[in-house]
């Protein structure tokens, strides 16, 4: 209960909902299952579950793959957006600035729309308006056709004058907005990590949070580098805040041996568990399993970490964590029966 010991009440009881509401999620049986329906009777299927509801209302104006998109978005910013008004005190600051890589996510997906010439619907269903830019202010961004006028409205946001002020128009120049993503995350950990350490009852515990999050995401950069034969500086990917130096990182980025470079990755990262997979990943060659795997542990390294802390920010974390994932895997399910894949390559891209 560290750091969460004055006017306990609210704490114990927002920590405890969570915690039900994680046992309402679908078990990897379920998944197993699906892997064997049709896309009727997925649908069929989820809408008995929590997304009945979307399911339901949505089902006269969206069929097929359409309808299990869009429902699953609006339940994934319903559920969101209701955890955020239910959380009491610094447990809300904090899960409102975790949140607040949606509105990366949102503004990234309508500029790669908007560049590969998506229809705005298309767009608008994968939209998770659960961050500070709400549906309305998403639908203005989506209003616009081009990518200059999307972020010229973005000059109110926080991230403008730090961020895209500075990178969009490199990102013109190349293209891609690869470096644009990059340095976007870069800041929201920045921010979260100083929210963090500003002295803030909980703040200690969050941090740990977002350490670890940290670590898993720059040793899956490390691997995805490494499957690219990325030859340009590394730096421009590393994330500050976690284990990892940005030394340590370029220097591990340039050895070529597989058992080298885990052995040398080994002796830099401090999380056990993922010093335990290191070793089981020395023959991995597919990178989409060398990262499903690294998901696996973050997520159940969060879940100890969540019982170790139970009134803490943990339990909140850990159910809008685990709560992504099954949106991500119904999504994948979905996708994967949509473009007929066979059941085992669908079930390569679950996180179960």
């Known amino acids: 209960m560290a750091g969460m010991r004055f006017g306990a009440s609210p704490y114990i009881y927002i920590c405890t909902r969570m915690r039900v509401r994680k046992t309402t999620l679908l078990p ?62 610094t447990l809300k600051q904090f899960t409102r600035a975790y949140l607040h890589r949606w509105d990366i996510q949102n503004v990234l997906t309508i500029l790669k729309g908007r560049l590969q010439g998506a229809k705005t619907g298309k767009i608008k269903e994968i939209l998770i308006p659960a961050g500070s830019l709400d549906r309305i202010a998403l639908d203005r961004l989506l209003a616009e056709e081009s990518p200059d006028k999307i972020v010229e409205m973005l000059k109110g946001y926080r991230m403008y004058p730090q961020v895209f002020a500075r990178e969009y128009p490199l990102s013109k120049e190349s293209g891609s907005y690869s470096q644009l993503e990059n340095e976007l995350y870069k800041q929201f950990y920045s921010e979260i990590i100083a929210e963090a350490e500003s002295g803030i009852k909980g703040g200690k515990l969050f941090l740990d949070f977002i350490r670890l999050e940290i670590d898993i995401k720059n040793v899956k950069t490390l691997f995805r580098l490494r499957a690219d034969t990325f030859e340009e500086d590394a730096r421009s990917m590393y994330i500050f805040g976690g284990t990892l130096s940005a030394a340590d990182f370029v220097t591990l980025n340039t050895i070529k041996d597989q058992n080298e470079f885990i052995d040398a990755l080994k002796g830099k990262i401090r999380q056990k568990s993922i010093i335990a997979l290191l ?26 970490m969540s019982k170790r802390n139970p009134i803490s920010i943990h339990p909140i974390l850990v159910y809008l964590e685990k709560k992504k994932y099954e949106v991500f895997n119904l999504r994948a399910l979905a996708r994967g029966k949509e473009s007929k894949l066979p059941s085992e390559k669908i079930a390569e891209y679950l996180v179960v």
Do not use: C
């Open 279 to 304: 070793d089981e990943l020395r023959n991995e060659k597919a990178i989409r399993d060398v990262e499903s795997r690294l998901t696996r542990v973050q997520l159940d390294q969060m879940e100890r």
């Open 28 to 89: 990897k049986e379920e998944y197993m299952r699906m892997l064997n329906m049709n896309l009727p009777e997925i649908t069929r299927l989820i809408g008995e579950t929590d997304y009945k509801q979307e399911i339901d209302e949505l089902g006269t104006t969206f069929k097929g793959i359409d309808l299990i998109e869009v429902a699953l978005s609006w339940n994934l910013a319903k559920e969101y957006q209701k955890i955020q008004e239910i959380t009491p005190g």
